[in-house]
């Protein structure tokens, strides 16, 4: 396929996602970017409530690119579905090679190894899946091209695998309401595992990812933010809660030369997405 036809194939992809939905390109947003230093990034914004879609930077939301690290909550899933991981808590013995991040060099449960983003430990969990198994979660969730190429362990991180911030935000959307052709409970047990900030005014999930592009390095933000509201309920009402999430459904990334160390662009990404969260309201 020549690169203009699949452009146009991922731009209707784009459309598809955002049909019924009041679509807004935020040129705004880059002046956000800019004051991280940021020149060439994007993100997409997905407003539940209100049924919109707001974007930066259109062409790059659907160019598809390594997954890297955010692969972990699609990994997850596969592990819990298959019972490779009976549960959140099932413990990989650690291997005995030390890596350069001392924290991960020990045994650890599948929970910790999401939050210490251990690629060693979801390396362990995609070789007992397997590939078959895996190629069919791949297929039936339509997980960006779904290509697994030069090893199972490793083709969410060598290029073959590929997704767009706008296929990941569909992603997202699909395991927070249960829509993917996998259990509730596996769904809801990985958007437990997300968790990353909890506040009074908003809870906010996330999976971050770090890959090789050529020269440069992509940082990924993929995940979804809940504001918190109170409500008064009328006497008698059914609802026995006055508390109301609001979600809204994000996927960003950008690309860094791998010898930009000119600010650690992995707390970076992080700066960034709350500003831009903090502008469009979904969060406080």
Request: charged share 25%.
């Amino acid at each position: 396929m020549g690169s203009r036809a699949l452009l146009f194939v991922i731009l209707a992809v784009f459309i598809s996602s955002c049909n019924e939905t009041r679509i807004k390109d935020h040129d705004d947003w880059g002046a956000i970017f800019q004051k991280h230093g940021v020149k060439d990034g994007c993100i997409i914004l997905k407003d539940n409530n209100h049924e919109s879609v707001h974007y930066y930077n259109k062409a790059r939301c659907i160019q598809r690119f390594t997954p890297a690290s955010t692969f972990k909550i699609f990994n997850s899933l596969a592990a819990l579905e298959t019972a490779v991981a009976p549960d959140d808590e099932m413990v990989i013995k650690w291997d005995g090679v030390v890596r350069d991040r001392a924290e991960i060099n020990k045994d650890m449960s599948m929970r910790e190894a999401f939050k210490l983003s251990n690629v060693a430990y979801y390396q362990e969990i995609a070789r007992r899946i397997g590939q078959p198994k895996m190629q069919h979660f791949l297929d039936t969730c339509k997980y960006g091209n779904m290509t697994i190429a030069h090893g199972v362990d490793s083709f969410w991180l060598n290029g073959s695998l590929q997704i767009s911030a706008d296929e990941q935000l569909g992603f997202i959307k699909k395991m927070y309401f249960a829509e993917l052709p996998i259990s509730e409970r596996s769904q809801r047990i990985v958007k437990t595992m997300m968790l990353q900030e909890e506040t009074p005014g908003y809870n906010l999930y996330y999976k971050t990812g770090t890959g090789k592009v050529g020269e440069k390095y992509i940082y990924w933000v993929v995940g979804f933010a809940e504001r918190i509201e109170h409500v008064k309920e009328p006497k008698g009402s059914m609802n026995k809660s006055d508390v109301r999430n609001y979600p809204y459904f994000f996927a960003q990334n950008f690309e860094m030369p791998i010898n930009d160390t000119s600010k650690d662009w992995f707390k970076e990404r992080i700066a960034l997405l709350h500003d831009v969260l903090k502008e469009y309201g979904a969060i406080k």
